[in-house]
């Protein structure tokens, strides 16, 4: 008989193959459960179940809306094709019809492919690659500067049509960090809780260290984030400290801080500065001391923790310093001959005149 009949009907594309072709597709069939069944090593997955790594983030990548997939039945051209994951999570196959492929891994979704078309096709043997993927968008709250939604780019995609690699940069938790903003001063980065969702809506929360990351040579790999992943990073507790230097020149740092710069300087105002510059960086980004700058009585202003004004009177003759800028500190610089920087600041225009009431008794 030349033409495949299921269920009473005919279908002339279905043809079926010789019995050498069988034995060849059976012999596929075989080598794909068995590479699917070998473990998946220690170093590709932690303890908890995270991934660490972008080779095994794929295999355990859940499939969502907006994916695209390349789908190949071998032997079978008519089921063969890319397909994209409809915003309900379905996609259609000749003949099966609607596949469901939310919240599936690509491996379970070949399997379920092949379940359905064993009642249609002789040994069908089923792949599943992932071409694009989604972005991925995470929740990033606690001690960061931008907190709430991100999206990241997706996973490195596979191979494209013509066998090539694309390569891109992983959505990892140390991106996702930077696209918030970076941690705030009081960021606790050695308790970071990533939590992800399995599609019953159930999660566990796991604790990162990611001050290793910065102060040890036992780093762990950068964790792949998944869609819909949330992070939050706590802050530190009263009287606990961390090195801000190092933190400062770290990737969870934010690129600049906003210090307010204010009196004999040629460039007066708010300036961005890195967060490891020092006072007198602060000065030469605002376009440095005027010729009346009076460098040995130069105001510093903070507020600390505690929501209380700080203020001290600082040499910067030398231009050099060993204090660490924060975001919201502002540097007073006198003019030559006024009695203190106090009557200097009030002879200033508005904003600055606000920050002399916080010194008044």
């Known amino acids: ?106 491996q379970q979704l070949a399997t379920e492919i092949n379940r359905r078309l064993t009642s249609l096709l002789v040994n069908p043997v089923v792949t599943v690659n992932l071409m694009m993927l989604r972005p991925v968008v995470v929740n990033v709250a606690g001690e960061v500067q931008r907190p709430g939604k991100v999206q990241l780019r997706s996973l490195s995609t596979t191979n494209s049509s013509e066998g090539g690699n694309i390569a891109e940069a992983n959505p990892t938790l140390t991106i996702a960090i930077m696209q918030a903003g ?6 606790d ?9 399995d599609p019953d809506g159930i999660s ?75 006072l007198s960086s602060a000065v030469a980004i605002a376009g440095g001391p005027t010729d009346d700058a009076r460098l040995s009585h130069v105001a510093f202003v903070r507020m600390n923790e505690n929501g209380k004004i700080e203020r001290q009177e600082i040499d910067l003759r030398n231009l050099v310093d060993n204090y660490q800028v924060q975001d919201g500190d502002v540097i007073i610089v006198p003019k030559t001959g006024a009695t203190s920087f106090l009557d200097f600041a009030g002879r200033l225009l508005s904003p600055l005149g606000v920050i002399l009431n916080l010194f008044k008794p």
């Open 1 to 106: 008989m030349n033409c495949f009949h299921a269920k009473g009907k005919s279908y002339p594309m279905l043809c079926l193959r010789n019995l050498q072709k069988f034995h060849y597709s059976f012999a596929l069939a075989l080598i794909a459960c068995t590479t699917a069944s070998l473990p998946t090593t220690a170093q590709s997955i932690s303890a908890s179940g995270i991934v660490l790594n972008a080779e095994a983030a794929r295999s355990s990548y859940i499939l969502g809306p907006g994916d695209h997939l390349d789908i190949t039945v071998f032997e079978y051209e008519e089921f063969t094709g890319s397909k994209v994951v409809l915003p309900d999570g379905t996609i259609t196959m000749p003949l099966i019809g609607i596949v469901l492929a939310t919240g599936k891994t690509t």
């Open 182 to 187: 970076g941690i705030t001063q009081d960021a």
């Open 189 to 197: 980065i050695r308790q970071v809780i990533l939590r992800r969702y």
């Open 204 to 278: 566990q929360p796991i604790t990162i260290n990611l001050w290793d990351a910065i102060s040890s040579e036992n780093v762990a790999p950068d964790l792949i984030l998944q869609d819909g992943d949330s992070i939050y990073v706590p802050k530190l507790a009263a009287n606990d400290t961390l090195d801000r230097r190092l933190i400062a020149r770290s990737s969870f740092a934010p690129a600049t801080v906003r210090v307010r710069v204010v009196g004999e300087v040629n460039s007066p105002g708010e300036v961005q500065v890195p967060p490891s510059s020092s």
